[in-house]
């Protein structure tokens, strides 16, 4: 059996996207970081928070990696919120040097990791949900184009590329509930995918539907027959 790699359409687009959202971040204004963001209870601070922890955490999992000691990403699922609320307090200048610092050290990282290694099993925490290593770019790369948009500053969901787009539909359609059965057609991309056994068609750009299947939003830019897409829950 092959030994997974990263997908190289992720490598390809994740500096990209790592650079627009620090444009972004230099770009807010002192008082822009408590405003609310577009995920209900947090401000900017505390999406500007979780980027940078989650950036830390993928570090010290690829870090354990290399050094043949794996680590999970976070200590347990309650210490990860609590990390997140308490960065979001810090002044924003800590906060971009934390963001930016965090990137580089996870460019680092990855770099690091031995050609064998990929299929290294991680965990999300100590007994939680595991992925392998080979994973991690993608699982970064919509992180950050998913909570740059969240971030309801100068970035949304319709700025991204179709690259990015095509690769997060793929990525969530396996995660649409059982329950739920649909197919879903990209019209900019000429692409389709069924889930379960019939169900309405949900059509639209595949930025619209990447975007409706992370559960944001109310469908704007779909068309779906009988009336509105099927509510899909939050990633």
Not at 28 to 36: I, N, S
Not at 72 to 83: K, Q, T, W
Not at 84 to 96: F, K, M, S, V, Y
Not at 142 to 159: G, M, N, P, Q, T
Request: charged letters at 25%; hydrophobic letters at 40%.
């Amino acid at each position: 059996m092959p030994v997974p790699r990263p997908d190289p359409r992720a490598l390809a687009l994740l500096p990209g996207a790592s650079q627009r959202l620090v444009r972004t971040v230099d770009g807010l204004a002192d008082r822009d970081w408590k405003e609310d963001s577009g995920l209900p209870g947090w401000s900017r601070a505390h999406v500007v928070a979780h980027l940078a922890l989650n950036a830390e955490g993928l570090t010290d999992a690829l870090t354990g990696v290399t050094a043949g000691e794996p680590a999970p990403m976070y200590r347990s699922p309650e210490a990860r919120d609590e990390d997140i609320a308490e960065l979001a307090t810090a002044a924003p200048g800590h906060l971009r040097d934390r963001l930016l610092g965090a990137i580089t050290r996870f460019d680092d990282a990855l770099g690091a990791v031995p050609d064998d290694a990929w299929h290294t099993t991680l965990e999300r925490t100590p007994g939680g949900r595991t992925f392998v290593a080979a994973e991690v770019v993608d699982m970064r790369l919509r992180e950050v184009e998913i909570h740059h948009a969240d971030l309801a500053a100068s970035y949304s969901w319709s700025d991204w590329g179709d690259e990015f787009a095509l690769l997060l539909v793929e990525a969530l359609l396996p995660r649409v509930d059982g329950t739920t059965a649909l197919v879903a057609v990209a019209s900019d991309l000429d692409r389709s995918w069924t889930i379960g056994d019939g169900g309405p068609t949900v059509t639209g750009p595949a930025a619209a539907l990447g975007w409706w299947l992370t559960g944001r939003g109310d469908g704007a830019g779909l068309t779906s027959e009988g009336g509105r897409p099927p509510r899909i829950g939050a990633w």
